[in-house]
């Protein structure tokens, strides 16, 4: 073999089988990287020269087949040209594969996306790991891309295309028995049987997967052509084109060329190579390493905690429990009454219908999700975490009650809002222990969990606090302890914003549509109607008083006469079934305006707290919002934003709507650093 192949072993076993297992040098998960691919080239011409029998891909790292391409060498490329090169390239490659004379297998272990995915593909068969950490997907359109490598010419031509566009449009990975089901693996094993089956796969080739009937009906070009239209319309529910190009390029590319492959794969190279330009692809992988960074903080293994407690089954608390639960911990839930945790746990009901497949999972998730009214589980819990009404002497109650009761070394929580932990802390013996561990609603949708820190917390119980959001499949955000925190601080003025455009008589589906045109996921008016009008008014209040933001008088006449928002079934808007019903024929005013007052406050809010230190770095806050409010990911951020339209630019239209709409929109003085550092 060449000296030059660093990353791949090639074992020959007695049975012919050539085992190349990929072992990326110098780091813990495998990536297709230009080297990476350019050594297997190099391996297939040996190859050629001296057949084997079969061929088995396998991983040669702890966990993880193949995590993808090496994103990192997508912002290298400055022109379509370059990118078609380095797309063909791979193509060219896996093309090989697939026409290699002997029988190849994928033997798929741990995570396998994108890139890997696409080799997998391109193997005669793909055998999965039967485990909870086996994920298979082809999750590009998160970067805004698809599939490159010939992935979205296969994946169409072997699967129904109502599951192998749906995995491409959504992002979303399966487990090895889901991939199974739809034909996207064709076995999965467990780890005691994995070997002998890959080896009985490579000498014993079963029939290869086949497009099922149903799905040959529906590529059929005039019943694809609707399908596609279909599809796009589902898309546009959520994804608009002019934000995220890359889901309906899927859909052309497969409407128009499925059935000839050679034409489908140049088009396929030739969409990737126009979409990796745009600013959009860039600022989505710019979010990819946002949300690297945040699993990368702390230390996972530096705490693992068993047992979790939480006090306050309302819908926060309630939802915590029982996200923690389905996370694998046994959970106590305290209330002061039954009557209190029924509803906790007809929604704990409802999630683990949606997230977990069989009953049997259902049940244990159930089981390990324990009403506790006494709060005997303090003294057993490694992590306690109060989650109770927005009230500090209440909250105080609590702390003196549990503090005696906890174990040594537990960590002690609050899922205070607004509240500041240096309020919070005055009646503990060890203010050290307390830390934020701040969730947002809904619990099971938003990723982002602030780790509020005050100077007294000591360093072992925010490592704890973060080590344990990492347990429960959250994304860590260390913050400063100041009224709000970071998300809520500077969500309020938006929100406040689009309160008082209502007063002024805009309509709240003008409000809303200037926000979602923008690229936010949700109007600001629909989302404080869905939070709830009575937390928007509690939080606002203890932010006017530290901030001096004048909280509109619509707001609490809505609180007053009960109209809370979704959960009355009445707000701004009101619902049905849950879902507003909004006026079509609204008068949406001037939207250039109504976006630039809520953007505006939004960003003005953002450069505060940066100068605050509320969080370390600009990278974070662009992370914290992202994941915190869906702040439009493809504009990478607001700071990110700030820093691509020009920081002098802003600074100017602010200080025009200053004049024209009040002081509120005066440029903070974090603006100026800002505009130093460009």
């Known amino acids: 073999m060449s000296n030059a192949i660093t990353d791949w072993q090639s074992k020959r076993d007695d049975d012919g089988i050539l085992w190349l297992i990929l072992d990326q040098q110098g780091t813990d998960t495998n990536v297709l990287s230009?080297?990476?691919?350019?050594?297997?080239?190099?391996?297939?011409?040996?190859?050629?020269?001296?057949?084997?029998?079969?061929?088995?891909?396998?991983?040669?790292?702890?966990?993880?087949?193949?995590?993808?391409?090496?994103?990192?060498?997508?912002?290298?490329?400055?022109?379509?040209?370059?990118?078609?090169?380095?797309?063909?390239?791979?193509?060219?490659?896996?093309?090989?594969?697939?026409?290699?004379?002997?029988?190849?297998?994928?033997?798929?272990?741990?995570?396998?996306?994108?890139?890997?995915?696409?080799?997998?593909?391109?193997?005669?068969?793909?055998?999965a790991l039967d485990d909870t950490d086996t994920r298979i997907g082809l999750p590009e359109v998160k970067l805004g891309i698809h599939p490159a490598y010939g992935g979205l010419v296969r994946s169409t031509a072997i699967i129904n295309p109502l599951k192998s566009l749906e995995i491409m449009l959504s992002g979303r990975s399966l487990t090895a028995r889901a991939a199974r089901a739809i034909g996207?693996?064709?076995?999965?094993?467990?780890?005691?049987?994995?070997?002998?089956?890959?080896?009985?796969?490579?000498?014993?080739?079963?029939a290869k997967q086949k497009m099922p009937l149903l799905g040959k009906a529906l590529s059929l070009p005039g019943i694809r052509s609707l399908l596609a239209g279909f599809m796009k319309k589902q898309v546009a529910k959520k994804a608009p084109r002019q934000h995220y190009p890359a889901p309906y390029a899927i859909l052309d590319v497969w409407a128009n060329y499925y059935g000839n492959t050679k034409r489908m794969m140049e088009e396929e190279a030739n969409s990737v190579a126009r979409l990796i330009q745009g600013s959009k692809v860039r600022n989505l992988v710019r979010v990819f390493f946002l949300q690297t960074r945040l699993k990368g903080l702390g230390d996972k293994k530096s705490f693992t905690p068993r047992h979790v407690h939480v006090i306050g089954a309302g819908t926060m608390g309630g939802d915590i429990a029982a996200w923690c639960a389905l996370r694998g911990f046994n959970v106590t839930l305290q209330d002061r009454e039954a009557k209190y945790l029924g509803n906790a746990f007809k929604r704990a009901h409802q999630l683990y219908a949606r997230r977990l497949k069989t009953t049997a999972e259902r049940n244990a998730a159930l089981d390990r999700l324990i009403p506790d009214i006494h709060g005997d589980g303090v003294a057993r819990a490694d992590v306690v975490i109060e989650a109770i009404f927005e009230d500090i002497e209440a909250k105080h109650a609590i702390y003196r009650d549990i503090e005696p009761r906890m174990k040594p070394g537990a960590v002690l929580a609050t899922n205070t809002s607004s509240i500041p932990l240096e309020t919070l802390a005055t009646v503990l013996k060890e203010p050290d222990r307390l830390v934020g561990i701040h969730f947002f609603n809904p619990v099971a949708m938003m990723p982002l969990v602030e780790i509020v820190k005050t100077e007294s917390s000591s360093q072992q119980t925010i490592q704890h606090a973060i080590a344990f959001t990492q347990h429960i499949g959250k994304l860590p955000l260390p913050v400063k302890s100041s009224p709000g925190f970071l998300v809520n601080r500077i969500l309020m003025p938006y929100l406040v914003e689009a309160f008082t455009l209502y007063d002024e008589g805009l309509a709240p589906e003008a409000i809303d549509k200037a926000a979602t045109d923008f690229g936010m996921p949700m109007g600001p008016v629909e989302l404080a109607d869905t939070v709830g009008l009575d937390i928007c008014y509690s939080v606002a209040q203890n932010l006017s008083h530290a901030f001096g933001i004048d909280v509109p008088a619509g707001l609490k006449k809505f609180v007053d006469s009960k109209q809370l928002g979704k959960k009355s079934d009445r707000g701004f808007y009101q619902y049905k079934k849950g879902k507003p019903i909004k006026d079509r024929d609204a008068d949406l005013g001037d939207q250039k305006m109504i976006q630039n007052r809520l953007i505006f406050r939004f960003l003005n809010e953002a450069v505060a707290c940066l100068q605050e230190g509320i969080v370390e770095d600009q990278d974070l806050l662009?992370?914290?919002?992202?994941?915190?409010?869906?702040?439009?990911?493809?504009?990478?951020?607001?700071?990110?934003?700030?820093?691509?339209?020009?920081?002098?630019?802003?600074?100017?239209?602010?200080?025009?709507?200053?004049?024209?709409?009040?002081?509120?929109?005066?440029?903070?003085?974090?603006?100026?650093?800002?505009?130093?550092?460009?």
Do not use: H
């Not at 079969?54 to 990192?72: E, L, M, P, Q, W």
């Not at 990118?83 to 193509?91: C, E, P, V, W």
């Open 622 to 678: 662009d992370a914290g919002i992202i994941f915190g409010t869906g702040f439009a990911p493809f504009r990478g951020g607001p700071m990110n934003y700030s820093l691509q339209q020009g920081v002098e630019a802003i600074m100017q239209s602010m200080t025009d709507y200053t004049t024209s709409y009040g002081a509120r929109f005066e440029p903070v003085e974090g603006w100026s650093k800002l505009l130093e550092k460009t």
């Open 184 to 206: 996207l693996v064709d076995d999965a094993q467990p780890q005691r049987q994995i070997e002998r089956a890959a080896r009985q796969m490579a000498l014993s080739p079963p």
């Open 34 to 127: 230009i080297s990476v691919l350019e050594q297997l080239d190099s391996l297939l011409d040996e190859i050629k020269g001296d057949l084997p029998r079969a061929i088995v891909f396998r991983s040669g790292k702890n966990r993880g087949f193949i995590a993808g391409a090496d994103v990192k060498e997508f912002l290298d490329v400055t022109t379509v040209q370059e990118a078609l090169i380095m797309i063909k390239r791979g193509q060219t490659l896996f093309s090989r594969i697939e026409s290699l004379p002997c029988t190849t297998v994928a033997l798929i272990e741990g995570f396998c996306m994108g890139g890997g995915t696409e080799l997998a593909l391109a193997c005669d068969y793909r055998l």
